[in-house]
């Protein structure tokens, strides 16, 4: 199975940059889709950026431009380059992974990272 485990987050003014990382128990090279989530308290979880075995990257409309997913596949870690921050990007930020391999289920995710966005 996966586990995936984010580090990274923390509090940070507005304006500042933060990067999230998450390392996963599997090669990463072998699962299909990596991904990070957020959830901010009294709203549904949602999609952030994702990133694909092959490189092809992915983002929702209101980090366009001010975060980067990437990955280190040496590392087996995703990261999530987060600048300009705002203080609507507060939340829990979940790594979550679709393996996409027989045998396992289709996804995973990670305890979350909680950012906080305030001065």
């Known amino acids: 199975q996966v586990q995936l485990v984010e580090s990274g987050g923390g509090l940070v003014q507005p304006g500042g940059s933060l990067r999230l990382s998450c390392v996963a128990s599997?090669?990463?090279?072998?699962?299909?889709?990596m991904g990070w989530y957020r959830q901010a308290p009294g709203k549904e979880r949602e999609l952030v950026a994702i990133?694909?075995?092959?490189?092809?990257?992915d983002y929702a409309d209101s980090v366009k431009g001010r975060f980067t997913i990437s990955r280190d596949d040496v590392k087996n870690t995703v990261y999530l380059r987060m600048n300009s921050l705002k203080p609507e990007d507060a939340a829990v930020y979940y790594c979550?992974?679709?393996?996409?391999?027989?045998?396992?289920?289709?996804?995973?995710w990670g305890q979350g990272a909680q950012v906080t966005v305030s001065s």
């Open positions: 990133i694909t075995s092959g490189g092809t990257t």
């Open positions: 599997l090669s990463i090279n072998s699962i299909k889709v």
């Open positions: 979550h992974a679709r393996p996409g391999i027989p045998g396992f289920r289709n996804e995973y």
